[in-house]
């Protein structure tokens, strides 16, 4: 029993971990001239169909809260 509730503290600990996220980008564009972006056709992230999906749609909220708009012309993909 005693290594049970060990067992679920560290579970407990290691779940309050943060989150890392990484980026890469070259540090003198002007991120101001870019309005439009789209996606590679041939993305391969390595999850399912439903997950890509949903990895897109919240893309695409967050890009067009920011200003940017989905287009078959980007300035960016």
Do not use: H, W
Not at 40 to 68: I, V
């Amino acid at each position: 029993m005693k290594f049970v509730k060990t067992l679920a503290i560290l579970f407990l600990v290691a779940s309050c971990a943060p989150i890392y996220v990484n980026y890469d980008y070259e540090k003198g564009t002007d991120f101001t001239k870019y309005k439009s972006y789209n996606y590679y056709a041939d993305m391969k992230t390595g999850l399912s169909e439903l997950d890509t999906k949903r990895l897109l749609n919240a893309l695409d909220e967050q890009l067009q809260a920011k200003g940017f708009a989905l287009s078959d012309t980007p300035d960016f993909l």
